[in-house]
């Protein structure tokens, strides 16, 4: 299909979404809450609910608490358990969608090849459904999208079957295989109890390990849910009060408090030496690295099933994959009759930064190697009338990302609310805004314990932290609650591109 004859065919939008996860379906609440209909969301896939539709591993759940990980605006007094499965929180975001009347502003199926801004004509985005042109682009891909597959020699050989944890096939039976779990991260501690119980025999090859906490996870009793539907209050209060306890203690001892964070660390050791007693087990499980450098890991029952006669724990590292299984650099062959990739995804190097480019052939990817600032991990300059969601240092460790997205909403909304009707409005943020904003984010990281040391997926391929926020999120919102023109340079296209006529300085 070519460019000309895909664009006659769809309408001109005023803005689109891409993608229809969290942080998708939520702009498209607060754009039809602002008033806005006039947007579309493009979804490659044919159902929402992006990371919390691709990951239906058995045992996935949200390590994050169920009352804090939901939108504000839309509480679920019914959560069955305090810690929400994959299944609760994609039906969760489903008829969250559908009660807010997003359904009919999704285009299914549609994935974006590129989105190129065009000085005199915005944003076109391809997709394989032709061209769309658009006067604002709302990324929201999200960064734990694509999964990423180390390209261990051999693997193309491997008799068996092979699967990444989040494209699971749920049709394959593994009771009775021999398999084996790369990886030990948040998917892993999940994957790993779950499937031990039925396999023969269960391999986990472990490069570094984590700090696994104890899960205080607990069904909801009828009584708490009838309290929460019948008086709002008290789940908002419940609510805040989770909030407040992870900004308080973990990001006090993340950022700010290095005994706080030993008092803490202390503690979480002894859930390893309450679950383990094999000192040699225990030795291999003990992370060398500061609590909070990798994401903690809440599990009550991934230690329990290491120490079972089924399981085998192996830190040497891996050398090749053969037809037959795992050859690790000791020469040892591991046989297996099938291999969970349990080992993430693509984070800051997200193709689709390859697929958004600015003015110049800047690309968006540029934002995660350091080579181009972001404001807010929201707008970019040489982007004009883009926003990114999720975008670079929005991400968090220890509390809800949904949080996140909703402070970088308000200011979206907010944006779109000044910069007004005109259909020819540009804006685009100015270069020492975003300059100062990422030096400064830069600046802080380095002091805290997501710059201490550890390889974690916070960091880029040069070691550059551009995931995490490194301050109290409530800071964030506090940055996000206003759009200000003067930090953009605003014009009109139709009378000089880059003239700025409502606000903000010249480059
Ligand atoms: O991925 P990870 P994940 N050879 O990147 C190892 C969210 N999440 O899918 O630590 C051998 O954390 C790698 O080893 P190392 C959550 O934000 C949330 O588990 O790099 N091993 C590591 O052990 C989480 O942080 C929930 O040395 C290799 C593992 O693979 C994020 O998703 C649930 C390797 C990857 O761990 C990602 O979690 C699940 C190699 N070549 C996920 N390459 C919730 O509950 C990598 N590894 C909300």
């Not at 609910?49 to 691709?54: F, I, Y």
């Not at 908002?236 to 408090?257: G, H, N, P």
């Not at 679950?275 to 009550?300: F, H, I, M, T």
Request: aromatic share 10%; proline share 7%; charged share 20%.
């Amino acid at each position: 299909m070519t460019d000309d004859a895909g664009a006659s065919a769809q309408a001109k939008p005023r803005i689109i979404i891409i993608g229809a996860g969290f942080a998708g379906i939520g702009a498209a609440i607060r754009l039809l809450q602002s008033g806005e209909d006039d947007f579309v969301i493009l979804e490659r896939g044919d159902e929402l609910g992006g990371t919390w539709r691709d990951n239906v591993y058995p045992g996935c759940r949200c390590d994050v608490p169920s009352h804090l990980y939901s939108y504000s605006f839309a509480p679920n007094p019914d959560w069955q358990r305090t810690y929400a499965s994959q299944e609760e929180i994609w039906a969760y975001l489903r008829s969250t969608a559908d009660r807010f009347g997003v359904l009919p502003h999704i285009r299914w199926s549609h994935r974006v090849i590129d989105a190129i801004w065009d000085d005199a004509e915005g944003w076109k985005v391809q997709t394989d459904h032709g061209a769309i042109r658009c006067q604002y682009l709302v990324a929201a891909t999200g960064s734990l999208a694509e999964p990423s597959t180390p390209g261990i020699p051999g693997a193309a050989s491997f008799a068996g079957t092979l699967m990444h944890s989040a494209r699971w096939d749920r049709s394959h039976d593994f009771a009775g295989q021999r398999v084996a779990v790369i990886g030990t991260g948040a998917s892993s501690v999940q994957i790993v109890p779950s499937i031990q119980p039925t396999v023969e025999h269960l391999t986990v090859f472990q490069r570094t390990p984590g700090w696994v906490l104890p899960h205080p996870d607990r069904p909801i009793k009828p009584w708490e849910r009838r309290l929460f539907r019948l008086f709002p209050p008290a789940q908002r209060l419940i609510r805040s009060i989770t909030y407040w306890q992870r900004e308080i203690v973990l990001v006090s001892a993340f950022t700010k408090f290095d005994g706080l964070r030993m008092v803490l660390e202390r503690r979480v050791k002894r859930h390893l030496t309450n679950q383990v007693s094999d000192p040699e087990l225990r030795e291999k499980l003990a992370p060398d690295y500061q609590l909070g450098c990798k994401r903690a890991l809440p599990s009550n029952d991934f230690y329990p099933a290491l120490t079972q006669p089924n399981v085998d724990l192996v830190t040497v590292p891996i050398d090749r994959i053969e037809s037959g299984g795992i050859v690790t650099v000791d020469g040892e062959l591991h046989p297996v009759d099938a291999i969970v990739f349990a080992t993430g995804f693509f984070v800051t190097d997200n193709p689709i930064g390859d697929h958004v480019s600015g003015r110049e052939g800047h690309r968006l990817s540029e934002a995660f190697t350091g080579e181009l600032s972001s404001y807010l991990g929201t707008t970019f300059p040489d982007f004009p009338n883009f926003f990114m969601l999720t975008g670079p240092n929005t991400g968090t460790g220890h509390t809800s990302q949904i949080f996140m997205i909703e402070c970088q909403l308000n200011y979206v909304i907010d944006a779109l609310e000044a910069l007004g009707n005109r259909s020819d409005t540009v804006a685009e943020v100015l270069p020492s805004v975003a300059d100062a904003f990422t030096e400064d984010v830069q600046q802080r990281v380095k002091q805290t314990v997501w710059a201490s040391g550890c390889a974690s997926w916070y960091l880029n391929k040069f070691g550059r932290n551009v995931t995490i926020w490194p301050d109290y999120t409530f800071a964030y919102r506090r940055q996000t609650r206003h759009f200000d023109p003067s930090d953009y340079v605003i014009g009109h296209r139709s009378v000089e591109a880059r003239s700025p006529v409502v606000a903000g300085g010249t480059e």
